[in-house]
């Protein structure tokens, strides 16, 4: 599981685009979103530079990641 700071992550919207970015990607990805905090939690066997490619390449640069 990774947690992902993503300052831009500002509406249910922006996580929706995140969301179906990652599921294109691989449909197994689980995504939840804090909005409060603009954090996004990520459960995925896919590496946490493979996951902030694909939000990055979302239009949402990641801000720091951290695993657990």
Known sequence: ????????????SCFHNIE????EFDSTIEAKADVR???LTVQSNQ???QLTKL???????VNGVTQG
């Open 47 to 49: 590496s946490a530079e």
């Open 20 to 23: 179906d970015a990652l599921k």
């Open 55 to 61: 939000i990055e390449a979302a239009g949402y640069p």
């Open 1 to 12: 599981m990774y947690k992902f700071k993503i300052e831009s992550l500002n509406c249910m």
């Open 37 to 39: 905090n603009q954090t």
